[in-house]
């Protein structure tokens, strides 16, 4: 375990106990989630879930389960979160990544453990707020904005991957124009109820899209709050 996440005093007294309920996660999330990549499982096995979440359901975070984290919105499952890394970094571990929806910051947390640089970008400011508390008491450097992450972060562009956190109807333009040659882009795209985890990546042929199953993530919304 990284020494620094034991900076954070919530850490303590459940020290063990979290790290024990991680490893079980992990080891859950390879024989019965089929994630196979030993970086992906590493950086969830680092990663405390439970400081990512209200305090009142800390006890369930190690379940692989979508959890309410405010606002009507959720912090991503872990197996859901497991996977879109795994089709994030499988062609080569990208330098910079943008990501649309920071909402608990957990997905962004696995993606910095994993030594990318990453810019995330949350409409909600009293979720991008409290994400940015945790970043800073686990001594993780991101880039944050509060803006609609529809726009994507032209300023920064372009991005070796992108990863969309929450759900669309379409892909937007602004980001496949964002994401460098060669790049992965991974967004869940469809309505409401469930959506697909498309996989798109440019590659000097053309962009390449592949579907990589359903998922369910709270929608992409306009503008800011
Ligand atoms: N990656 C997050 C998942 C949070 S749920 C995690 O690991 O916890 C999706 C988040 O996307 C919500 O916080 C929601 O407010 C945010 N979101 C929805 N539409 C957005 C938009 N247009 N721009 C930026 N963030 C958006």
Redesign the pocket.
Known sequence: MNPRFHANPSANGQGMTSQRARDRLVERLRSEGGIRDERVLSALRTVPRHL?IDEALASRAYEDTALP?G?S????QPWV?AKMTEALIEHGLPKRVL????????????LATLGIEVF?????DE?LRT?RRRFRNLGLNLRTKH????MGWPEHAPFDAI?V??AGAALDAALLNQLADGGTLVAPVGGAMSQNLLRLRKTPEGIVQEDLGKVV?????????
């Open positions: 990512f984290i606002n919105q959720t912090i991503s979160v990501e649309i929806g920071t909402g608990s910051g957990y997905q962004a947390a696995v995330t970008v949350e409409r909600i979720l994400a803006d609609d992450g529809r990863i956190t929450a993530f709270v929608p992409l919304v306009s503008g800011v709050l």
